[in-house]
């Protein structure tokens, strides 16, 4: 299981997790640069349309594939940012509440 407290304490994870989206990124770039030069030197304008097609769903299917290597990863630690940047605010308004709570 993911350890979200340790990633956010520990560098290498988010290094990790990065490296594993430019990855991703870089070979959906090359799959569909791959497709397009293929459909044009066929020659077929008609090719190079139903390329692009294919370049797309290469597309879709790697970046599906981005967000199961390191979508976790990458999600997990956005939650737990955006977590450690509110919850001071959260414990604000809950003391703020309690203390119109006594007031009363």
């Known amino acids: 299981m993911f350890n979200t407290k340790k990633a956010v304490e520990d560098k290498s994870y988010r290094l990790k997790?990065?490296?594993?989206?430019?990855?991703?990124?870089?070979?959906?770039?090359?799959?569909v640069v791959?497709?397009?030069i293929y459909s044009i030197l066929n020659g077929k304008v008609d090719e190079v349309l139903q390329g692009l097609k294919v370049a797309g769903f290469f597309m879709v299917m790697l970046l599906g594939g981005l967000i199961a290597m390191s979508g976790f990863s990458v999600v997990s630690l956005f939650f737990d940012g955006i977590g450690k940047v509110f919850?001071?605010?959260?414990?604000?308004?809950?003391?703020?509440?309690?203390?119109?709570?006594w007031k009363k």
């Open 17 to 31: 997790a990065k490296r594993r989206v430019d990855t991703s990124i870089v070979l959906s770039v090359v799959g």
């Open 34 to 36: 791959f497709v397009l």
């Open 87 to 101: 919850s001071p605010l959260i414990a604000k308004v809950k003391s703020a509440a309690k203390r119109l709570r």
